[in-house]
């Protein structure tokens, strides 16, 4: 029998922030939030797509970009399904925090363009019996597509009134620049844990 660990193919395709909006943001989550620099999450980028298939047409690439996305288009939230809305059982301060970008803002469109560049690549042989993803649903991993930003560790001990954190937030920081998109094709172990999923957004913070 063979020893040969099999391993799971992976996608990601991501919009990183650009290293000196990352160095504001973290500036604000330390000063404003009250939080310890390694609680604060390095390489922030909104993901845009991901998936466990193997996409034989794709490669690895890294290349410039240009998506400003204004703070006022963002949201606070919990990163755990439902973490939209302010629910007892999920304490921000135990759990990951980031902002979500809203679906209606303008600057949407720009990161939906990047987002399209992998839905060619959902060919009938990598979706077998799934439907296509699309703007606002995922094929694989969590149901709906969502564009985040990951800003904090689990455990940060931030403050459980994240509404008033994102209008701090939103006030201090102005935009958001993501000037490199990344697109990177890796392996994993067959243990490794699936996913977040999450549900749309309702509630603003």
């Keep these: 029998m063979s020893s040969r660990i099999l391993r799971t193919p ?3 395709a991501q919009l990183l922030l650009e290293p000196y909006d990352e160095q504001r943001v973290r500036e604000f989550l330390s000063r404003e939030c009250r939080v310890a620099t390694r609680s604060i999450v390095r390489r922030m980028h909104l993901t845009v797509y991901h998936c466990r298939r193997a996409m034989p047409a794709l490669q ?12 006022v288009e963002t949201r606070f939230m919990v990163m755990a399904p439902g973490g939209e809305n302010p629910r007892p059982e999920l304490d921000p301060a135990r759990k ?10 303008p600057a949407m469109s720009a990161i939906l363009s990047y987002r399209e560049r992998l839905l060619a690549h959902e060919t009938a042989s990598v979706l ?3 439907r296509p993803s699309d703007h606002r649903r995922n094929a694989f991993g969590a149901r709906h597509f969502q564009a985040h930003l ?21 006030d201090a920081i102005g935009s958001l620049t993501f000037d490199r998109f990344q697109v990177d094709l890796s392996f994993l172990p067959p243990d490794a844990p699936g996913p977040l999923s999450s549900r749309p ?5």
């Design 150 to 170: 990951s800003l904090l560790r689990a455990g940060s001990g931030i403050d459980r009134d994240l509404k008033a954190m994102g209008e701090k937030f939103r």
């Design 96 to 105: 990951k925090v980031g902002v979500r970008v809203r679906r209606n803002t």
């Design 128 to 130: 077998g019996a799934r």
């Design 10 to 12: 992976e996608v990601w």
């Design 201 to 205: 957004a309702s509630t603003d913070r």
């Design 60 to 71: 690895s690439f890294d290349e410039p970009a240009n998506v400003i996305v204004p703070a």
